[in-house]
T-cell receptor, first 114, second 111 residues
Framework: DAGVIQSPRHEVTEMGQEVTLRCKPI?????LFWYRQTMMRGLELLIY????????DSGMPEDRFSAKMPNASFSTLKIQPSEPRDSAVYFC????????????FGSGTQLSVL | SQKIEQNSEALNIQEGKTATLTCNYT??????LQWYRQDPGRGPVFLLL?????KEKRKERLKVTFDTTLKQSLFHITASQPADSATYLC??????????FGKGTHLIIQP
């Protein structure tokens, strides 16, 4: 398996623009997680899905952030409008039912909002 | 609020020695604790999981201990190698907030 695949690897945008991050989980995994990592705050859970259904989005910073999982093999995290404080590395992770504590992470998207 | 503390300063260890990393937590009663390794520009990679009723877990050169009274986990790498240099994250789970990560400790193994 290719592992969790995220795109793009790097994204540079201007404040106010819409940003869409993409994730393909490992095939067969039932859980999908979106995390954000910064030096100041470390890894923070934004939202997670179980069988494509959002379970907990309490970590989503504000209404500018939204996430969808239209099917078992694809998820998006959208920021609209983006702000400089959104600059961070965004990780997607997936896990398997029965072993949901063990997360498999993608390589992340480095987002820079100017 | 829940707090996880890992040594923010880099840990320098000579090759061949045992590296010991510490994870302390407060205001939390985790059902399990995990350790991940993260290399620059990469996502964290799962290493070990230890449950609240387990004292110690081993995997090859890795050993993890979990003391729920002290609210502390120790992560040991024996016979350390330069390839072990990375950032190591601990994570607590089993609560309503899912998996909560510490900020990590940067380990440097010097040849």
């Amino acid at each position: 398996d290719a592992g969790v695949i995220q795109s793009p690897r790097h994204e540079v945008t201007e404040m106010g623009q819409e940003v869409t991050l993409r994730c393909k989980p490992i095939s067969g995994h039932d859980y999908l997680f979106w995390y954000r990592q910064t030096m100041m705050r470390g890894l923070e859970l934004l939202i997670y899905f179980n069988n494509n259904v959002p379970i907990d989005d309490s970590g989503m910073p504000e209404d500018r952030f939204s996430a969808k999982m239209p099917n078992a093999s694809f998820s998006t995290l959208k920021i609209q409008p983006s702000e400089p404080r959104d600059s961070a590395v965004y990780f997607c992770a997936s896990s398997l039912r029965g072993e949901w504590e063990k997360l498999f992470f993608g390589s992340g998207t480095q987002l820079s909002v100017l | 609020s829940q707090k996880i503390e890992q040594n923010s300063e880099a840990l320098n260890i000579q090759e061949g020695k045992t590296a010991t990393l510490t994870c302390n937590y407060t205001n939390y009663s985790p059902a399990y604790l995990q350790w991940y390794r993260q290399d620059p520009g990469r996502g964290p990679v799962f290493l070990l999981l230890i449950r609240e009723n387990e004292k110690e877990k081993r995997k090859e050169r890795l050993k993890v201990t979990f003391d729920t009274t002290l609210k502390q986990s120790l992560f040991h790498i024996t016979a350390s190698q330069p390839a072990d240099s990375a950032t190591y994250l601990c994570a607590l789970g089993g609560g309503a907030d899912g998996l909560t990560f510490g900020k990590g400790t940067h380990l440097i193994i010097q040849p």
